[in-house]
C-alpha cells in the first residue's frame, strides 16, 4: 500500500517532526511545502530562541544592577545585541533548512520551497502544479494577534518580532499583553532599551497558569526591580494616534483614563496562521475545537493539523510531540487502526524578569489539583529561606510542591526563581516517572540553588509522614 502525505509548513517544528517520522517508512511519498524566506520556523527565527538571545543581554545588565560588590553598572549595546542574535539564529535556521533538504535527496519525498493553497479536501495547488494527496498535514503555525480595538487601524504599533530587531527605542511604551511575551520582553524595555513602560494587565494579577502567590510576587518584581507601571482589573477601549505618539483610553475599577507614550507594543499573542489556505475550497471549519487530540481535524479524518495552528498549546516541544503523534496516527488510520490521542504533561517555562526568575511550570498547580478534587498537600518555600540565593544575589521568588497525600506521587512543582528554568527537566521526570517524594533524595550538594527543590521534598514527605 503507497499512501501520499502532504505538509503544508514543513520548515516548522512540527511539520519537520511529521516528515522526519514518515519519511522512512515504507510505501509513504512525502511532498513537503513551505514558502519560507530563510525559512527555519517560527520559534527559530521569531520566537523562543531569539527573544533568549536578547534577554541574556538585559540579564547581564540586571545582575550587574543589583549586585552591591559591582560598581558602574554596564550598558546594553542594542547593535551588538540584534547583531548577535542574528547570527545565531540564521546558523540555527541553516541547521533546519539543511535537515529539510536532506529529506528531500530521498526518492520518496518532494520539496517545494512555495505556497500552497487547497483546491479540495485533498487536492493542493503548489504554483501551477497540483497534488493529490490521501493525507494533508497542516503545519503552518501562527501569526500576530491584532486585538479589534476602536482606532487600532490609525496607529502604528510594534510586535514582538519588531523587538528583537530594533537597536534603538524612544522613551515610553505602553504594552498591550502581558502574557508569556509580554512578561518575557517587557523587562527587556526597561532594562536593555531604558524605556518607561506602562502595561495593561485584565485581571487581578499576570500569570494565569500559576496559584496567585506567583503572580503576585511577579507584580512586585516588575514594578520593584523594573520600575514597570502595571495597570491590574484594567481594559483597553480605545487607541488614537497624537503628534508625538499615540493616546490609550482604559477603563479600570469604573474610571476611564487616557494613557500618552511614544510607543504601542501589542504583546497580545497570537493566532493560528490560516488565512492564504483556501479552507473555503474544503470541508475545514477552524472554530473552537475544531482539532481532536488525535491531531485531526473534527471535519476530515485525512487532515491532521499540529502545531501553533490548531490553537491548542502554542509551546515548541509541544508542537514537535504532536507532530509525531500525527505521524503515527496518519499510519495507523491508513492501516485501519484505531488512533492514540496527544497527551502530555503540563510543562512550561516562561523567562520572566529577563530570565533571573523564570517561572517554570510542571504538572499540577495547587488551583488545577483542587479542582479536579485530588487529595493532595502543597508546601512552598521562599528563595530567601536558602543561603545560596543570598550569595548569588538573587533572593527574589518561591516554589511550591504538590504532592499526591495518600501515596506520595508528586503531581506538580511550580518555581519562580533564580534558576527555576533549569530545576524543570529534573521535576518533569519526577512528576512523569510518578515518583514517591519520600524516595526522592533531598541531597544536593551545597552551594547550588536545587537546595530548594530538597527543602520541599523535606517539608512534603513530613507532611504525609513515613511510607
Known sequence: MTIQVAIIGAYGSAGVAVADELADEPGVELTLVDDGEPGGGLCILRGCMPSKEVLSASAHKFHARHDPRLSRTPEVNLQSVVNTKNEHIYSFAEHRRAAVRDLAERENVEFYHDSARFVDDHTIRIGNEKIEA??????????????????????????????????????????????????????????????????????????????????????????????????????????????????????????????????????????????????????????????????????????????????????????????????????????????????????????????????????????????????????????????????????EGLAKLVVDADDGTVLGYQGLHYHADVMAKTMQVVVEQEMDVREIPDRAYHPTTPEILDGLFRDASAEIGEK
Open 134 to 395: 490521501d493525507y494533508v498535514v497542516i503545519a503552518t503555525g501562527s501569526v500576530v494577534n491584532v486585538p479589534d480595538l476602536p482606532g487600532i487601524e490609525d496607529v502604528d504599533f510594534m510586535t514582538s518580532a519588531d523587538v528583537l530587531d530594533t537597536t534603538q527605542f524612544p522613551d515610553s511604551g505602553v504594552v498591550m499583553g502581558f502574557g508569556y511575551v509580554g512578561l518575557e520582553l517587557v523587562p527587556y524595555l526597561t532594562e536593555a532599551a531604558g524605556m518607561d513602560i506602562t502595561v495593561i494587565e485584565h485581571d487581578e494579577r499576570p500569570l494565569d497558569e500559576a496559584d496567585p502567590a506567583f503572580g503576585d510576587e511577579l507584580l512586585d518584581i516588575y514594578r520593584d526591580h523594573f520600575g514597570v507601571e502595571i495597570l491590574t482589573d484594567t481594559d483597553e477601549k480605545s487607541v488614537e494616534p497624537t503628534e508625538n505618539g499615540i493616546r490609550l483610553h482604559v477603563e479600570q475599577d469604573g474610571d476611564e483614563r487616557a494613557i500618552g507614550a511614544d510607543e504601542l507594543f501589542l504583546f497580545t499573542g497570537r493566532q493560528p496562521n490560516l488565512g492564504r489556505l483556501g479552507l473555503e475550497n474544503t470541508s475545514l471549519e477552524p472554530e473552537s475545537r475544531w482539532v481532536e487530540d488525535t491531531m485531526q481535524s473534527r471535519d476530515d479524518p485525512r487532515t491532521f493539523v499540529v502545531g501553533d495552528v490548531n490553537g491548542k498549546e502554542p509551546i515548541l516541544h509541544v508542537a514537535k510531540e504532536q507532530g509525531f503523534k500525527a505521524a503515527e496516527n496518519i499510519l495507523a488510520h491508513a492501516r485501519g487502526e484505531s488512533l492514540e490521542p496527544y497527551e502530555n504533561v503540563h510543562h512550561h517555562v516562561i523567562f520572566s524578569a529577563t530570565g533571573v526568575y523564570p517561572f517554570a511550570r510542571v504538572g499540577f498547580s495547587e488551583e488545577a489539583a483542587k479542582a479536579q478534587g485530588r487529595n493532595y498537600v502543597a508546601v512552598s518555600r521562599q528563595a530567601s529561606d536558602d543561603g545560596v540565593f543570598k550569595t548569588k544575589q538573587a533572593t
